[in-house]
């Protein structure tokens, strides 16, 4: 049996693909990719007039290391059920900070937008904006190597980075800034800044102003400078926050957006000194402080701390989020609210709509453009627009914060009912890997017939805490109806 996402996640997403240019009627590596970005609904729109022979042409000619990716197969999987037909797409339009975005998808302060001709590329391929690196007066020395990745295949599973700010000279990169919103007007440009002290900061920002810049990042979050004083070490710090905030804020009229450092306990303090230090709205999280082993990625025998990002952080990067959103003085609940721009992990439609549903207007995206390219961008817009059709949802804004009653405090949690799990025997391949966990990590409620390899559920030890759900790996094992523990 062919699991389409496991196999298209196989796909090596190649520059200018073989198969595709073997293929005669379709762009069958398009396809792929929209279910590899979980956008297998509209898979199809790649595949029309295409044959068997097409498909088969276009998998011979695929240049995979291992073995073809099994094209005809994972493609007929896919378009043989119902398929995305609607031809009016809802609109992605926002505003964000009184400014109207064409849609959510922001490159954030990073690797992926160091020069004109790289936010230039991305703008022209759908990106609504720009957070640009992080400018500074300081003299940026970078290390070799400086990234290094936990991968699952061909992909990253986490990424660390070891890079600082930008390495261009900041009248350099105030220009390019200026260009960017000459020669694409309706996009949005966000500097992102840093200052050792207040006047640096204070100068910065009004330089941002000048270039014309639609509104200024303060980057209280980098984990990895080489001063002290600089980046987390503000972040972590309310008060500071709230001094270089104020300052920034009484110095330009644009709006100012502090980036807030996850390396903290509580994110909703140095938060609290954004708000009041009269921030329009806050940019999370930034990477986490971590450590990777691999010798490949020492600096001359050396290895240090630095940032963590990549999908292993997007629940991490939700958890603040959640904080921030639920907060009553950050949400508005007792005044001005302050707007929320969504970081961490951000790899496919749906976990932009995560950060969404949790209050995010804009989500920010870096690794996984570094990974995969700017091209992202099309099963991103594709996939939040045919989810919104699916549900009759015509303005993103109604997207926003959607999900937020769904949260409460866990004494707040319904611990009177339980969910058991049912096994679907069609299908159970029989595997036992239900058994194994639950015997070992569970409440021993799951007997396993060695001879007919049958999971059997045991009603009387199942406290329904579905692990057996989350280890089955073909999915064959799901809800049952809640009911009274009182029976």
Not at 66 to 72: F, G, L, N
Request: glycine share 8%; proline share 5%; aromatic share 8%.
């Amino acid at each position: 049996m062919l699991h389409i996402h496991e196999e298209a996640a196989r796909c090596l997403l190649c520059e200018n693909a073989p198969c595709t240019t073997a293929c005669t009627k379709g762009d069958p590596a398009r396809a792929i990719r929209a279910i590899r970005f979980n956008n297998e609904k509209n898979a199809w729109r790649w595949l029309e007039g295409c044959t068997d022979a097409d498909l088969e042409r276009a998998e011979q000619a695929c240049i995979h290391y291992d073995q073809p990716i099994r094209i005809r197969e994972l493609l007929h999987a896919v378009c043989s059920g119902d398929t995305a037909t609607s031809s009016s797409a809802p609109s992605l339009v926002i505003t964000f900070c009184g400014i109207a975005c064409e849609n959510p998808f922001f490159l954030a302060s990073s690797a992926v937008c160091t020069n004109y001709e790289m936010v230039a590329r991305a703008f022209e391929a759908g990106w609504a904006g720009v957070f640009y690196k992080t400018i500074c007066k300081q003299d940026i020395h970078e290390v070799s190597p400086r990234f290094d990745a936990v991968k699952e295949g061909t992909s990253f599973s986490g990424f660390r980075n070891m890079e600082q700010l930008s390495e261009n000279p900041y009248e350099v990169d105030f220009d390019i800034l200026h260009r960017l919103k000459q020669n694409y007007p309706t996009k949005i440009v966000v500097a992102s800044i840093m200052g050792q002290y207040e006047e640096e900061w204070i100068e910065l920002a009004k330089m941002a102003e000048a270039a014309g810049c639609d509104a200024v990042e303060l980057n209280f979050s980098c984990p990895q400078m080489r001063l002290a004083g600089m980046g987390s070490d503000i972040g972590q710090d309310p008060e500071l926050v709230n001094f270089y905030t104020s300052y920034v804020k009484r110095s330009v009229t644009i709006p100012v957006i502090p980036k807030m450092t996850p390396n903290i306990t509580q994110i909703t303090r140095p938060s609290m000194g954004a708000y009041f230090g009269g921030a329009d709205a806050i940019s999370a999280i930034n990477t986490i402080k971590s450590v990777t082993m691999s010798p490949e990625a020492e600096v001359n025998g050396k290895q240090t701390l630095s940032g963590y990002s990549g999908r292993a952080v997007k629940p991490i990067a939700l958890r603040y989020i959640l904080e921030m959103a639920m907060d009553p003085v950050i949400n508005g609940s007792h005044g001005k609210p302050v707007e929320l721009s969504g970081i961490g992990g951000i790899e496919t439609w749906h976990d932009a709509l995560e950060f969404i549903q949790l209050g995010c207007r804009n989500v920010q995206v870096c690794t996984a453009v570094m990974q995969y390219g700017y091209r992202i961008i099309d099963d991103l817009l594709l996939g939040l627009q045919t989810y919104m059709a699916a549900r009759g949802i015509e303005h993103l804004e109604d997207l926003v914060g959607e999900q937020l009653p769904n949260f409460v405090k866990p004494s707040d949690l319904d611990r009177e009912t339980i969910v058991y799990p049912k096994i679907d025997r069609e299908k159970c391949i029989g595997c036992g890997r239900c058994h194994v966990s639950c015997m070992d990590g569970g409440h021993q409620a799951i007997s396993f017939d060695d001879e007919q390899r049958q999971p059997h559920i045991v009603g009387t030890k199942c406290v329904g805490c579905h692990l057996c759900r989350l280890v089955c790996p073909t999915g064959a094992i799901g809800l049952t109806k809640r009911i009274s523990k009182k029976r």
